[in-house]
């Protein structure tokens, strides 16, 4: 079955630097990779998703890139802001499947 | 349109006893997910569910956990003899329509924040 591995469990940036994410996949299978924002007793939130048919997509601060080759599938977000600070978490899905594989998460601290 | 909701927020009961957790999907949406998240972890997959069938359920740890969604909108996750081990915030997600060429995204709920004592 299907394992998502997300590197680094924590991540401390200063505010307006740039944090990147990553993650790994093991189903060549995989086409559908969200990111999940969840702040500290919240729900989980998108923030962003990628398909297996494009290798980049962005939306304003937040881009994400898919090597499909590799099996990895990156987070990019820019200036970042205190309201950044939050878990990210990866997954990945099947095609025609609708089980979601999570990372185990990236807390994501931006120091001011 | 209002979102997914789940109640109650929290639930705190006694080893041994019987629960019951509610989801509220958005409305229209045919999928419906249950996902139990333990502190500091990534969310568990435990159900699916397409309509008002249970399309999967390999994701239940075990006969304790059983779920229904009898009219294809609501559903409630039900929990028998509850242990220490099944403390954990148990999420609800719904899609518009899963499975076929792509997977929908997955909209979550509060979640229900679940005590055994």
């Known amino acids: 079955g299907e394992n998502v591995e997300q590197h680094p469990s924590t991540l401390s940036v200063q505010e307006g630097d740039s944090a990147v994410i990553k993650c790994t996949y093991s189903d060549s299978a995989s086409n559908y990779f969200p990111w999940y924002k969840q702040e500290l007793g919240k729900r989980p939130q998108l923030i962003i998703d990628?398909?297996?048919n494009v290798g980049e997509k962005k939306d304003q601060r937040i881009a994400v890139t898919l090597n499909k080759t590799a099996k990895h599938f990156s987070l990019h977000i820019t200036e970042t802001q205190p309201e950044d600070s939050a878990v990210y978490f990866c997954?990945?899905?099947?095609?025609?499947?609708?089980?979601?594989?999570w990372g185990a998460g990236t807390k994501l601290i931006i120091k001011p | 349109g209002a979102g997914v909701s789940q109640t109650p927020s929290n639930k705190v009961t006694e080893k041994g006893k019987y629960v019951e957790l509610r989801c509220d999907p958005i409305?229209?949406?045919?999928?419906l997910y249950w996902y139990r998240q333990s502190l500091g972890q990534g969310p568990e997959f435990l159900i699916y569910f397409q309509g008002t069938g249970a399309a999967d359920d390999s994701g239940l740890p075990n006969d304790r956990f059983f779920a229904v969604r009898p009219e294809g909108s609501v559903s409630t996750l039900k929990i028998q003899r509850t242990e220490r081990g099944d403390s954990a915030v148990y999420l609800c997600a719904s899609s518009l329509l899963a499975g076929g060429l792509g997977t929908d995204t997955q909209y979550f709920g509060p979640g229900t924040r679940l005590t055994v004592l």
């Open positions: 990628i398909r297996s």
């Open positions: 409305s229209g949406h045919t999928a």
């Open positions: 997954a990945a899905s099947r095609r025609g499947n609708y089980q979601l594989i």
